[in-house]
């Protein structure tokens, strides 16, 4: 799955021979995530390698290279998962360390 993100999730069963349910199932038990979910963090990570490699972030850029539809897409997932803003999360980790 890590090659192809955005490839729908019949594309990936297809290829492996089972039916999307089965796979689905599969993947969960496999990785603890559902396939969705788990693209998420694999975006999110994505998303902060590239934040971390920039003294001064763009945030637009980081989400359309992140795999992200816009960037209030990347923004609301990362508020999801963090619990707080990009530049919330970012300036805090800089001043803890």
């Known amino acids: ?16 021979g089972l039916y999307e349910r089965q796979l689905r199932r599969r993947f969960l038990v496999a990785v ?38 816009d960037q209030p897409h990347m923004l609301a997932e990362f508020r999801r998962a963090v619990g707080m803003s990009c530049v919330r999360f970012f300036r805090s980790a800089t001043v803890c360390g």
């Open 32 to 69: 603890g995530l559902s396939p969705k979910a788990y693209t998420r963090v694999l975006r999110l990570h994505q998303a902060m390698a590239l934040a971390r490699s920039s003294a001064a972030p763009c945030w637009a850029g980081i989400a359309i290279r992140s795999g992200f539809y």
């Open 1 to 16: 799955m890590r090659t192809a993100l955005a490839a729908p999730i019949s594309d990936h069963a297809a290829a492996a």
